[in-house]
């Protein structure tokens, strides 16, 4: 079958709430099987992420060894037969590396590898709705979207309101 593989990146590792269970999530409501089958690869746990250095739970690897990791993955679903590849990304730093990859795959297999950002799949109503749409890690936007999906992993008990990232608006 001509199915359609979405692959997504995380930039965190760890046992918190949520951390292989949003992405898998999401991949699973972006597919759309009416138009083809969709196969949910695993999460690639390790990106480029050079802003977050040094933040609790972030292993970023260098650009060059990100793009080689990715290349890596999809060459092998390129080898399996895939032909449709939308990768899905966490942070605005993987873009440019992923459309080397982009590129590179498509003049390798012919394939095509698209790149979605997991902000800015549903950028105009996360804008409309969110106090703080450009808030951090563990923010309103992360966990409105774990509230909706696993209310039962969010310890909404130990929310802390920060008047820093209110006056950011």
């Known amino acids: ?23 898998r999530v999401l991949s699973e409501r972006v597919a759309v099987p009416d138009l083809r089958p969709v196969l949910v690869a695993p999460p690639i746990d390790y990106v480029y992420a050079p802003e977050l250095e040094g933040s609790g739970g972030t292993l970023s690897l260098s650009a060059e060894g990100f793009v080689g990791l990715v290349s890596d993955v999809i060459r092998s679903l390129a080898r399996h037969g895939a032909r449709h590849i939308l990768i899905v990304a ?13 590129r590179e795959m498509h003049e390798a297999f012919g394939i095509s590898v698209a790149i979605a950002s997991e902000s800015g799949l549903a950028h105009e109503v ?10 951090d890690h ?3 936007a992360e966990t409105s979207l774990m509230l909706a999906i696993a209310p039962e992993r ?11 990232l209110a006056a950011r608006g």
Do not use: F
């Not at 692959?7 to 965190?12: M, P």
């Not at 969010?154 to 820093?164: A, E, K, S, T, W």
């Open 126 to 135: 996360r804008s409309s709705i969110l106090t703080h749409p450009n808030d």
């Open 138 to 140: 563990g923010g309103e």
């Open 90 to 102: 966490r942070g605005v730093s993987t873009l440019a590396p992923l459309q080397i990859v982009s």
């Open 1 to 23: 079958a001509d199915a359609a593989i979405v692959v997504h990146l995380r930039d965190e590792l760890g046992d918190r709430p949520g951390e292989r269970l949003r992405p």
């Open 154 to 164: 969010v310890g909404i008990d130990l929310h802390v309101y920060d008047r820093r």
